[in-house]
């Protein structure tokens, strides 16, 4: 029984050191991709949509980016996880609605709970997910009318957006590898032997 608490104090000492290590190249490429991502989308946002349309910037887009800025190695933040979870959320959040519309003690719940359930089964389980889904049953004015373009535009695009600027930034420096897939990471190494020759 000692022996079993000593291990798990060490083991937690461990991981919590390593949790509150200060990377500042790690948090600054982390800060460059969600301020570039989230700025893209903000942009078009302010400069290509009319006043009344502005519905390009979700909420949970914001939460995306700290995974997929911010802990890159996490499964949940993997390319299929981000784009998967956010439009199968979507699609769930407005086929909700679309039934259950005037009833939000049952829409949110419903659509939240069936996204966790289809990204689960889906294998993207992408928590702001969660957060699309309740964003179309929720949401007041233009959302709603939106119905199924929602899961187009705003939600596809914007995770697009997301995902190309963690592609580039997120590649920056031989310490960050993302996606984390064994493709992708073969494709990099070949890159990076390919610029050392030249």
Not at 30 to 41: E, K
Request: glycine share 8%.
């Amino acid at each position: 029984m000692k022996k079993g608490l000593k291990r798990t104090l060490r083991v937690s000492k461990y991981v919590i050191y390593r949790e509150t290590l200060v990377d500042y190249r790690e948090h600054f490429w982390s800060f460059l991709g969600a301020f570039f991502g989230i700025g893209l989308i903000a942009f078009f946002q302010s400069h290509y949509l009319l006043q009344e349309e502005n519905v390009f910037l979700i909420g949970s887009f914001g939460a995306s980016s700290v995974l997929i800025y911010g802990a890159i190695q996490s499964p949940l933040a993997q390319p299929r996880n981000l784009i998967g979870g956010h439009v199968l959320s979507a699609l769930v959040g407005v086929t909700v609605y679309q039934i259950v519309p005037d009833i939000l003690w049952l829409s949110a719940p419903l659509a939240v709970a069936f996204s966790i359930v289809l990204m689960q089964y889906t294998k993207t389980l992408h928590p702001p997910g969660g957060a699309t889904a309740l964003i179309a049953v929720t949401s007041t004015g233009k959302i709603p009318e939106m119905g199924y373009w929602y899961v187009l535009s705003p939600v596809l695009s914007g995770c697009l957006i997301l995902l190309l600027v963690a592609l580039v930034f997120n590649n920056m420096t031989k310490n960050r590898t993302y996606p984390t897939g064994a493709w992708w990471k073969k494709l990099l190494r070949k890159k990076h032997k390919h610029t050392m020759k030249n």
